[in-house]
């Protein structure tokens, strides 16, 4: 029998031992050090879909970008690689793709096919789809005959995308499209298994998501966390150095912040989680090699529910733009260095060889609270009213968004005399009222799909199934098309910017701010990246124990 003495020598030892373990930071896979193979992140919420057909947030993006792969996909620079097709040609007049698939695998070890693809495909554009049509459908309208089919003007049969064999898939587009490679990265045109046409809740059990990406569904557990785990029938498994990615759902930028000092995480922040913004002065200091504050081609804004009195009124509208302080915002509120926003389009996206806001200005209106008194006063004028009845202003919660809200509440008060009552709504509920136009204003925010200024551009056509506003411009609608019918960059450039102009003219939206990437990652993580649009790729990452 061992003496008490050796006992509590040994347990001593053991916390001393803990004591160093947790000061050199070995901090993952339950305190693994060296070797670590799990990656742990929040996403804030419970994704509202992990359907590729139906995400439009990056909530549920950042989920499936590591579950499922699309014909191309993005390297560490943005750049547009082979995913999928491990080649593809373009005809001589830019409007047909023949894509070539390499040999892939499902996670349940089926074949990945052509037909996968064009199924895919067909079912997002598919205009009776379940549970819900596709908001992102629109996406696909480069696709001669997608439109068509969409709006219920076409058959399904008449879509130009065909799989001539197993591995080889045709694509034909209405125009030639230069960012056509780059889009079919995107996750609107990832491939699902045609097992999903028998079982509409397909995507909500993770006993049912079969997937083709690096990772394939381990454990959900409903609002609380999601893991994905390493799929060993992946093309490039050799690639993939973790074996499991955790994703936690927490709301509270603090508890989240909390979490990444107490070793629950290895990544806080931007593209989904937050951090306190009255922390960031200190994490400057105590964590200035984990903290990253860097551009991000994504923009923050208000929408109008245009379909509704009294912001049916463009002079009202603008008037409430107009009264918003955003210097003020970026400064006393955000405090994370982003740039106030006077137009749509961000700084960091190109039109060819060049930078979009280099070569337009992006000031189409300026603060002004006299001229936006006179406008609401007008604007009420015409639409019989006395005053301006009380605005509902919602968002989804978190505590940035309410601190913004709150401080536009207080201009519109102080600088027209408008009163505001703000509602936060969990983040499934807000999209489904965003969508069904079931608010009056509400807080958006918008990143590119890929790197062009139509990404956001066209998001206001009356065809977008993501323009949350009732917006509906015929001019407006035939300068996007315009630009979707010609490769001609001066010509697109043009008819955009005519189109943006427009836009702020109109002003379904008030732009706030553009964003910067605010994130904090653990020291020893490597090659997890955010590209220019602040999405975030964790597929190739790994981890590497710091020099002591």
Known sequence: MRSKKFAFTLVSVILIFSVIASACGSNNSGGSGEGTTEFRMNIGSEPPTLDPALVQDNVSSTVVNGLFEGLTRKDAQGNTIPGVAEKWEVSEDGLTYTFHLRDSKWSNGDAVTAGDFEFAWKRALDPALKPEPSTYAYQLYYIK???????????????????????????????PTPYFESLVSFYTYYPVHQSVKDNEAWAADASTIISNGPFKMGDWQKNSSISIVKNENYYATDEIKFTKVTFSEVLDSATELSMYETDQLDWAGKPVGSIPVDQLETLKETHKDELKIEPSANIYYYLFNTTVEPFNNEKIRKALSMAINRK?????????????????????????????????????????????????????????????????????????????????????????????TIENQEWGVFLDNRTALNFEVARAGWGADYNDPMTFIDLFTSKSGNNNTGYANPEYDALIEKAYSTADQKVRLEAMSAAEKMLMEDMPIAPIYYYTNVYMVKPGFKNITMDYKGDIDYTRGYYEAPAE
Request: net charge negative; charged share 30%.
């Open 145 to 175: 005959g997608a439109e068509e089919f969409n709006t219920g003007k076409g058959s399904v049969d008449d879509v130009a995308v065909k799989a001539l064999d197993e591995k080889t898939l045709e694509v034909t587009l209405k125009s």
């Open 328 to 420: 003020d915002i970026v400064e006393k509120v955000t405090k994370e260095g982003q740039v106030p926003a006077y137009g749509l389009v961000p700084p960091g996206i190109h039109i060819g060889d060049e930078e979009y806001r280099s070569v337009v200005n992006g000031d189409y209106f300026k603060e002004d609270v006299e001229e936006a008194k006179k406008l609401l006063a007008e604007g009420l004028q015409e639409l019989g009213l006395s005053e301006m009845p009380t605005i509902k202003l919602a968002y989804n919660t978190n505590d940035a968004h309410k601190a913004i809200a709150e401080a536009i509440a207080d201009m519109w008060l102080n600088n027209l005399g408008v009163q505001t």
